[in-house]
Protein backbone atom coordinates (compact mmCIF):
# COMPACT_ATOMS: atom_id res chain seq x y z
CA UNK A 1 0.00 0.00 0.00
CA UNK A 2 2.74 2.65 1.09
CA UNK A 3 4.72 1.99 -2.16
CA UNK A 4 1.30 2.73 -4.35
CA UNK A 5 0.88 5.33 -2.79
CA UNK A 6 4.17 6.98 -3.62
CA UNK A 7 4.22 5.86 -6.85
CA UNK A 8 0.55 7.38 -7.15
CA UNK A 9 1.90 10.40 -5.21
CA UNK A 10 5.57 10.91 -7.51
CA UNK A 11 3.30 10.39 -10.99
CA UNK A 12 0.69 13.43 -9.30
CA UNK A 13 4.06 15.44 -8.90
CA UNK A 14 5.39 14.30 -13.25
CA UNK A 15 2.29 15.92 -14.18
CA UNK A 16 1.97 19.16 -11.91
CA UNK A 17 5.53 19.47 -13.31
CA UNK A 18 4.27 19.07 -17.00
CA UNK A 19 1.68 21.93 -16.26
CA UNK A 20 4.59 24.11 -15.15
CA UNK A 21 6.78 23.87 -18.15
CA UNK A 22 3.68 24.54 -20.36
CA UNK A 23 1.95 27.47 -18.32
CA UNK A 24 5.82 28.55 -16.83
CA UNK A 25 3.56 30.20 -13.90
CA UNK A 26 5.05 32.23 -11.22
CA UNK A 27 4.58 30.83 -8.04
CA UNK A 28 4.96 31.80 -3.65
CA UNK A 29 6.02 29.74 -1.56
CA UNK A 30 7.07 29.00 2.28
CA UNK A 31 9.79 27.11 3.96
CA UNK A 32 9.94 26.73 7.48
CA UNK A 33 13.20 25.89 9.31
CA UNK A 34 12.61 24.64 12.94
CA UNK A 35 15.58 24.78 15.00
CA UNK A 36 16.26 23.88 18.78
CA UNK A 37 19.06 22.63 20.62
CA UNK A 38 21.46 22.49 17.46
CA UNK A 39 19.03 20.21 15.49
CA UNK A 40 17.08 20.85 12.58
CA UNK A 41 13.79 19.08 11.77
CA UNK A 42 13.98 18.00 7.83
CA UNK A 43 11.66 15.57 6.19
CA UNK A 44 11.85 13.25 3.27
CA UNK A 45 8.83 13.66 1.07
CA UNK A 46 7.13 10.65 -1.03
CA UNK A 47 7.75 12.46 -4.51
CA UNK A 48 11.35 14.13 -4.18
CA UNK A 49 14.59 12.29 -2.97
CA UNK A 50 16.41 14.28 -0.77
CA UNK A 51 15.42 16.06 2.81
CA UNK A 52 13.75 19.28 3.10
CA UNK A 53 12.11 21.93 5.35
CA UNK A 54 8.54 21.15 5.79
CA UNK A 55 6.74 24.08 3.54
CA UNK A 56 4.89 24.42 0.22
CA UNK A 57 2.50 26.83 -1.33
CA UNK A 58 0.88 29.61 -0.13
CA UNK A 59 -2.83 29.33 0.20
CA UNK A 60 -5.39 32.05 -1.28
CA UNK A 61 -5.97 34.70 1.34
CA UNK A 62 -2.78 33.53 3.64
CA UNK A 63 -0.22 35.47 4.68
CA UNK A 64 3.55 33.84 4.31
CA UNK A 65 4.24 33.53 8.17
CA UNK A 66 0.90 31.75 8.24
CA UNK A 67 1.65 29.68 5.36
CA UNK A 68 4.97 28.32 7.21
CA UNK A 69 3.06 27.81 10.48
CA UNK A 70 -0.08 25.70 8.52
CA UNK A 71 3.34 23.84 6.48
CA UNK A 72 4.85 23.08 10.00
CA UNK A 73 1.41 22.09 11.79
CA UNK A 74 0.71 19.64 8.74
CA UNK A 75 4.01 17.99 7.55
CA UNK A 76 5.82 17.75 10.82
CA UNK A 77 3.36 18.44 13.70
CA UNK A 78 5.34 21.31 14.98
CA UNK A 79 3.16 24.23 17.16
CA UNK A 80 5.63 26.99 16.62
CA UNK A 81 4.97 29.05 20.86
CA UNK A 82 6.50 32.60 19.35
CA UNK A 83 5.60 33.63 15.77
CA UNK A 84 8.17 32.54 13.01
CA UNK A 85 10.16 35.16 11.64
CA UNK A 86 11.31 35.78 8.16
CA UNK A 87 14.76 34.29 7.44
CA UNK A 88 15.19 35.79 3.53
CA UNK A 89 13.26 35.42 0.36
CA UNK A 90 14.50 33.47 -2.18
CA UNK A 91 14.22 32.12 -5.87
CA UNK A 92 14.13 29.03 -7.51
CA UNK A 93 13.65 29.05 -11.49
CA UNK A 94 13.78 25.06 -11.60
CA UNK A 95 11.05 22.58 -13.02
CA UNK A 96 10.20 25.65 -15.55
CA UNK A 97 8.95 27.79 -13.02
CA UNK A 98 9.59 31.03 -11.49
CA UNK A 99 9.34 30.23 -7.66
CA UNK A 100 9.36 32.90 -4.88
CA UNK A 101 10.22 31.45 -1.67
CA UNK A 102 9.42 32.90 1.79
CA UNK A 103 11.77 30.92 4.20
CA UNK A 104 11.14 31.42 7.66
CA UNK A 105 12.72 30.85 11.47
CA UNK A 106 10.83 29.37 14.51
CA UNK A 107 13.18 28.10 17.43
CA UNK A 108 10.82 27.77 19.98
CA UNK A 109 8.36 24.74 19.11
CA UNK A 110 6.80 21.01 19.62
CA UNK A 111 6.62 18.39 17.95
CA UNK A 112 3.28 16.09 17.57
CA UNK A 113 2.82 13.60 15.58
CA UNK A 114 2.54 14.87 11.59
CA UNK A 115 -1.10 14.09 10.13
CA UNK A 116 -0.23 14.69 6.75
CA UNK A 117 0.76 10.83 5.61
CA UNK A 118 0.60 11.05 1.52
CA UNK A 119 3.18 13.80 0.76
CA UNK A 120 5.97 12.96 4.14
CA UNK A 121 7.72 9.83 3.99
CA UNK A 122 10.10 10.78 7.19
CA UNK A 123 10.57 13.22 9.65
CA UNK A 124 13.65 13.71 11.25
CA UNK A 125 15.84 15.54 14.10
CA UNK A 126 19.58 16.28 12.47
CA UNK A 127 22.66 17.53 14.25
CA UNK A 128 22.75 21.01 13.14
CA UNK A 129 26.47 20.48 12.05
CA UNK A 130 25.71 17.43 10.69
CA UNK A 131 22.96 17.22 7.70
CA UNK A 132 22.13 14.31 6.09
CA UNK A 133 24.21 14.40 2.59
CA UNK A 134 21.34 13.84 0.78
CA UNK A 135 19.89 17.10 2.06
CA UNK A 136 18.81 20.04 -0.54
CA UNK A 137 21.72 22.14 -1.59
CA UNK A 138 19.34 25.01 -0.72
CA UNK A 139 18.85 23.21 3.00
CA UNK A 140 22.31 23.29 3.17
CA UNK A 141 22.80 26.77 1.87
CA UNK A 142 20.75 27.98 4.39
CA UNK A 143 21.80 26.35 7.20
CA UNK A 144 25.29 27.56 6.55
CA UNK A 145 23.65 31.11 6.41
CA UNK A 146 21.88 30.27 9.94
CA UNK A 147 25.22 29.24 11.39
CA UNK A 148 26.52 32.76 10.10
CA UNK A 149 23.96 35.13 11.77
CA UNK A 150 23.19 36.08 7.99
CA UNK A 151 19.28 36.60 8.36
CA UNK A 152 17.28 39.09 5.90
CA UNK A 153 18.82 37.58 2.46
CA UNK A 154 17.89 37.69 -0.76
CA UNK A 155 19.28 35.33 -3.91
CA UNK A 156 18.66 31.74 -5.25
CA UNK A 157 17.63 28.39 -3.57
Known amino acids: ?14 V ?19 IQNDEVVLLK ?14 DRGETMAEAAERE ?14 LFGIFFNYTEWKSDHVGVFLCEDFTLQPSSDRWEVQSIERFPIHELPADAS ?9 YM ?10
Open 1 to 14: MQRARNGLMRLAYQ
Open 16 to 34: LRLKWFLLRPVTVGVRIML
Open 45 to 58: QTYLPDWHFPGGMV
Open 72 to 85: AAEEVGATCHTPPR
Open 137 to 145: RGSHRRIAE
Open 148 to 157: RGEIGLTGQW
